[in-house]
């Protein structure tokens, strides 16, 4: 039976791709530091390319995938990447043909018995499983952090996909058969308007899935709300998100980079 697709962003793809935060330089130099040299990456449910472009910067070879057509469409060009509609549990890819697959702010919504097996299929020896999510963001004001903390659990908390959960918990609860390896700790930093955040608001699942559910959007009442206490429409705040990356080999029986060896779980 072939996995379920959880198509949550097709309908804001051109959204989604202009209002998502980006991931830091800091997290590809590092898996370029970890991972084989010289082989193809696959960059698993890219969307419109948010980590495919900073993996770019470091790899030479990318191909990105995502079972939603409007979000491939909307995904940025740039020399070396590939991109392809196909599902996590499905590629299309070669046996033991890439060095790095990479999932970016996706795996809750995988089939993972499924998605793990095609990962073992296509990564080549001693290849890596890179996995990461950022949690809830902060502007560092308890004023602003309330008010956004309020909408997150409140207001569209309801309509938060069980799966969500799993982001909350950094991924830490999620089977992970790999050969784990302990990364550094890496932070998600952009600088935005109300404007720029509010847009954000409008990609989350929850508040798609409370407009379908009531006819109405919730966007409207928070951002009056915010724009009491944000300090102007033109000025730019810190925004933060936790990252949390796990990180695996396929094959446990060789040295990692760092020089430790790591062994298959049981």
Known sequence: MKPAFHDHFSAVAQRY?????????????????????GEMVWD????????????????????ATDASAEQIAQAKSQAGIEYRVATAEQSGLADASVGLVTVAQALHWFDLDHFYAEVRRVLRPG??????????????????DRLIMDFYSTIVGPYWPPERVLVEQGYRTIPFPFAEISP???????????????GYFGTWSATQRYITARGESPLGALEESLRAVWGGATRERRITWPLALRLGRVDGSRRDQ?????????
């Open 127 to 144: 290849g890596l499983l890179a996995v990461w999510a950022y949690g809830v963001h902060r502007v560092g004001e308890d004023a602003i």
């Open 17 to 37: 791709a202009n209002c998502r935060p980006q991931y830091p330089a800091a997290l590809f130099e590092y898996l370029a530091s970890v991972a084989p040299k």
């Open 184 to 198: 550094p700790v890496f932070q998600m930093e952009t600088f935005w308007t109300l404007d720029q955040l509010m």
């Open 44 to 63: 698993c449910a890219a969307g419109t390319g948010q980590a495919t472009v900073g993996l770019a910067r470091v790899f030479g070879s990318i191909v």
């Open 258 to 266: 760092g020089g430790d060896i790591f062994h298959r779980d049981a």
